[in-house]
Nanobody, 123 residues
Framework: QVQLVESGGGSVQAGGTLTLSCRFP????????MAWFRQAPGKEREAVAA??????RTHYAESVKGRFTISRDKNTIYLQMNNLEPEDTAMYYC??????????????????RGQGTQVTVSS
């Protein structure tokens, strides 16, 4: 299992901004499919942003549309999070895969996954 490395989490007040980064040091592979998931205590892991770079298809969870943006630059995947809300508090995980892949595939279907970075938003 190849591990990705997330960073950028932290504690912010509601309305604040954070940018999460996901690196895959030492590896070179096509991040055709990439996604960010999150899991809050007592809740199931959910996909918040996903993109198929080959087909230029992007999906966002309804709760983050207009506030979160997924992007990539070379060997780093980003999640820009604006206007954060207390409900965004969770552990955030990144995932990526070369083709063949689907941007709507589940967490367990990704071959490249991270260990998570904590985001805490206070009201």
């Amino acid at each position: 299992q190849v591990q990705l490395v997330e960073s950028g989490g932290g504690s912010v007040q509601a309305g604040g901004t954070l940018t999460l980064s996901c690196r895959f040091p030492g590896y070179t592979f096509s991040t055709t499919c990439m996604a960010w998931f999150r899991q809050a205590p007592g809740k199931e892991r959910e996909a918040v942003a996903a993109r198929h770079n080959g087909f230029a298809r992007t999906h966002y969870a309804e709760s983050v549309k207009g506030r979160f943006t997924i992007s990539r630059d070379k060997n780093t995947i980003y999640l820009q999070m604006n206007n954060l809300e207390p409900e965004d508090t969770a552990m955030y995980y990144c995932a990526a895969d070369p083709p063949p892949c689907s941007e709507v595939q589940a967490w367990d279907e990704y071959n490249y996954r991270g260990q998570g970075t904590q985001v805490t938003v206070s009201s």
